[in-house]
């Protein structure tokens, strides 16, 4: 789910009476409202580079160790070099998707990309063991 338009977040008593009185307001004067909402803290700016930097440094992983996304993705295919988007799209997504059920990063909780890191490193590690493809998830 994309959080489009406008959005709230309500984490204390006084931004949800903010948020309930809005909402009246709203409703009363446009008399229907459309409300779409996630639950825990989603992720953060920082968590937000950090996975693009994770896929940008195991896309130059996956390229110096000649594993084109062919290979990867075991496609039969041109062999495409890895590009951070494209490790997001291809490798993290499915991921994250599997195991969490959610297909969109900005909706997975803070919690989330960590399990989602351990997974895909584990696979990456077993499937292509002799290329050494640990990246560790960036921080701080």
């Known amino acids: 789910m994309d959080i489009q338009g406008k959005h709230w977040v309500i984490s204390n008593d006084h931004t949800k009476e903010c948020f309930e009185k809005h909402l009246d307001q709203m409703y009363k004067s446009k008399g229907y409202v459309t409300i779409r909402w ?3 803290k989603t992720r953060s700016n920082a968590q937000n580079n950090a996975l693009h930097l994770y896929c940008r440094q195991l ?3 996956l390229n110096d160790r000649g ?3 062919q290979k990867v993705l ?5 062999d495409i070099p890895w ?3 494209r490790v997001k799209e291809a490798l993290w ?3 994250q998707e599997a195991l969490i059920g959610i297909d969109s ?3 997975a909780n803070t919690v989330d990309y960590d399990k989602v890191h351990e997974v895909l490193s584990h696979h990456l590690g077993q499937v292509f063991s002799k290329h050494d493809l640990y990246v560790p998830f960036p921080n701080k």
């Not at 075991?74 to 041109?78: I, Y």
């Open 59 to 61: 896309a130059e992983v």
């Open 105 to 107: 990063t900005a909706d």
């Open 38 to 40: 996630t639950e825990g």
């Open 74 to 78: 075991e496609k039969k295919s041109v």
């Open 83 to 85: 590009s951070g988007e």
């Open 67 to 69: 594993l084109p996304m």
């Open 93 to 95: 997504k499915p991921v």
